[in-house]
């Protein structure tokens, strides 16, 4: 069963110099398994001119009730997928992509009103834009406050969509631009979007304990800043979703690290995918990701980096240790969840299964 479907591209237009607004289209047999929850992402599989499979996430920034999947990809100094995108793809092409994942925003149980609050660095204003219109239209007392850095104006990717929405919700939706260098009307601060400017903006210009939930997307460093000053103003951990990009990258893992002594380094797996199960033999140096792939199984899987959660996969009998993990929530981890990448045996045997995401 291939995890990957066929989009046509109908449209592709900058929204920067630098950045491009793709609009893709489901072939009608996949247009249900392309059904979205705002601040969803796809993954694309694309053949790089060498050959080479690259899979690449991008986050949908269209809402749900808006017809169409779209997506904002942001061209990286020299990177493979993002500049191939800027420049090369057209209208009438076709993308493969994995059905849309990830748990940015979580629906809530009652429609009562709230105040939101969200911080978006450059490209990671793409999940944001999409849950910001959903929540807005979905409530007509909702409430929504974005801080959004960016290096110079001229970089602000959906700056005149972010206007025109400030038109549409007007008095409901606020823009605090923060830029790094250039002086504009549009900059109500400069510099970088820092513990510190994080503390200030909280103290002066938004009252962090009106907020109901916080939207933080963009480079893992800056996150931690900002969950942390909203940490300080009393919002808690359930109050604050994150969605990282990519991250830095972690020393890899040592047998040494385990938490049993192991009897031998041999590991039996017993793995479970489109409720085929297979047993294997792997080492504990060799992630539970890499043995499916290595064994021929067919995974899911993106940047292989504990960032996305494509290759989530549930442990149902034996040990493993998650080196990195930056997108499952703690009851999932409690649940037994973890990120196939990121997960290596401690146990001598394990069994683990792909749930249909
Ligand atoms: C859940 C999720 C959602 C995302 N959503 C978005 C989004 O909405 N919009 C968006 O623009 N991005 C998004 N991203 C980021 C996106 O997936 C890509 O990581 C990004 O576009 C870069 O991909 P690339 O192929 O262009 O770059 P890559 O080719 O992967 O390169 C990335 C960087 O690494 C450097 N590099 C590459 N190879 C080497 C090497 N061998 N040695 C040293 N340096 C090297 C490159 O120069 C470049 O600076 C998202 C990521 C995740 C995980």
């Not at 800043?225 to 990519?246: C, P, V, Y």
Request: hydrophobic share 40%; charged share 25%; aromatic share 8%.
């Amino acid at each position: 069963m291939s995890r990957f479907h066929k989009l046509l591209v109908t449209d592709v237009r900058k929204t920067t110099r630098e950045a491009s607004i793709v609009s893709l289209q489901p072939e009608d047999a996949a247009r249900f398994e392309f059904e979205f929850v705002p601040g969803q992402y796809l993954t694309f599989r694309h053949s790089s001119d060498e050959g080479e499979e690259l899979r690449r996430s991008y986050s949908l920034c269209s809402a749900p009730d808006e017809g169409v999947l779209q997506v904002g990809v942001k061209k990286v100094e020299g990177g493979v997928f993002s500049t191939w995108v800027n420049e090369t793809l057209k209208p009438g092409m076709t993308l493969e992509a994995m059905p849309p994942m990830g748990g940015f925003h979580q629906p809530f149980d009652t429609p009562a009103p709230r105040q939101f609050l969200a911080f978006a660095v450059g490209s990671g204003i793409t999940p944001i834009l999409s849950i910001m219109k959903a929540l807005l239209t979905d409530q007509p007392q909702n409430r929504f406050a974005l801080v959004f850095a960016n290096r110079s104006i001229n970089t602000i990717m959906f700056r005149d969509e972010l206007e025109d929405l400030k038109n549409r919700f007007l008095g409901r939706m606020n823009i605090v631009h923060i830029l790094k260098t250039g002086g504009d009307d549009a900059a109500l601060f400069q510099g970088r979007l820092d513990r510190a400017k994080c503390d200030q903006l909280l103290a002066h210009w938004i009252d962090a304990r009106a907020v109901d939930r916080a939207y933080i997307c963009g480079p893992e460093p800056m996150m931690h800043d900002i969950a942390a000053s909203l940490r300080e103003q009393g919002l808690n951990e359930t109050q604050i979703r994150f969605e990282l990009f990519g991250s830095t990258p972690k020393p890899r893992r040592s047998a040494a690290r385990s938490s049993k002594a192991p009897t031998t380094d041999r590991v039996a797996a017993t793995l479970t995918l489109d409720g085929a199960t297979s047993e294997v033999g792997t080492t504990r140096d060799i992630s539970i990701l890499d043995t499916a792939l290595q064994n021929g199984l067919d995974a899911p899987f993106a940047c292989k980096a504990g960032v996305c959660s494509t290759c989530k996969c549930k442990v149902l009998a034996g040990e493993v240790e998650m080196v990195a993990n930056h997108a499952l929530e703690d009851y999932e981890v409690a649940d037994g969840y973890v990120l196939s990448c990121q997960a290596f045996a401690v146990s001598d045997a394990v069994s683990v299964v792909y749930e249909d995401h």
